[in-house]
T-cell receptor, first 117, second 113 residues
Framework: GAVVSQHPSWVICKSGTSVKIECRSL??????MFWYRQFPKQSLMLMAT?????????EQGVEKDKFLINHASLTLSTLTVTSAHPEDSSFYIC?????????????FGDGTRLSIL | DQQVKQNSPSLSVQEGRISILNCDYT??????FLWYKKYPAEGPTFLIS?????DKNEDGRFTVFLNKSAKHLSLHIVPSQPGDSAVYFC????????????FGTGTRLTIIP
């Protein structure tokens, strides 16, 4: 079945650095991918919708200049957290839908745990 | 504005018994509802879904019930097994498939052997 892969699974970095997270659909093409964020013991909150070949659509309250999304191909979307600070520490998860199987829901990656020191 | 809510943050159930997880929503425009199971540091795993035109959907040990007038859905797991221990999220969307999901706050289910 369809698989969504995220990389890296865990990253620790210093405050002020930028971090790039990749989301790949391994055996299908995804014109749309979704990026979610989960803080400890909280719900998954949609950050943005990533559209292949066009600009991402950000949810209210999400800074587009801080969370850069690039969906350059039909199998890859990247989320770059620019000038990361401790409050950006969270669990970031992407999802994608395989249009070959319209009766199946979105598939989620295993997430990326980001820790900013 | 939490459009999807799970009012029970945790639930403990004896192995073999029925687990009932509840979810309420406020937006009547939601058309599809889904339940996901999640372990720490992993992505959500899809369990079962239901369209707003139905009131029940069953898949093995999992059954989802939808009460549109009450804007309420529930997930029944029977019989409950130790491997069912996880955090369960309900989610809602305006369409199925390629549509953003609005997640509930989650319920931690613990199955007691």
């Amino acid at each position: 079945g369809a698989v969504v892969s995220q990389h890296p699974s865990w990253v620790i970095c210093k405050s002020g650095t930028s971090v790039k997270i990749e989301c790949r659909s391994l055996d299908f093409q995804a014109t749309t991918m979704f990026w979610y964020r989960q803080f400890p013991k909280q719900s998954l909150m949609l950050m943005a919708t990533s559209n292949e070949g066009s600009k991402a659509t950000y949810e209210q309250g999400v800074e587009k200049d801080k969370f850069l999304i690039n969906h350059a191909s039909l199998t890859l979307s990247t989320l770059t957290v620019t000038s990361a600070h401790p409050e950006d520490s969270s669990f970031y998860i992407c999802s994608a839908w395989d249009s070959r199987y319209p009766n199946q829901p979105q598939h989620f990656g295993d997430g990326t745990r980001l820790s900013i020191l | 504005d939490q459009q999807v809510k799970q009012n029970s943050p945790s639930l403990s159930v004896q192995e073999g018994r029925i687990s009932i997880l509840n979810c309420d929503y406020t937006n009547s425009m939601f058309d599809y509802f889904l339940w996901y199971k999640k372990y720490p540091a992993e992505g959500p795993t899809f369990l079962i879904s239901i369209s707003s035109i139905k009131d029940k959907n069953e898949d093995g040990r999992f059954t989802v019930f939808l009460n549109k007038s009450a804007k309420h859905l529930s997930l029944h797991i029977v019989p409950s097994q130790p491997g069912d221990s996880a955090v369960y999220f309900c989610a809602a969307s305006f369409n199925f498939g390629n549509e953003k999901l609005t997640f509930g706050t989650g319920t931690r289910l613990t199955i007691i052997p």
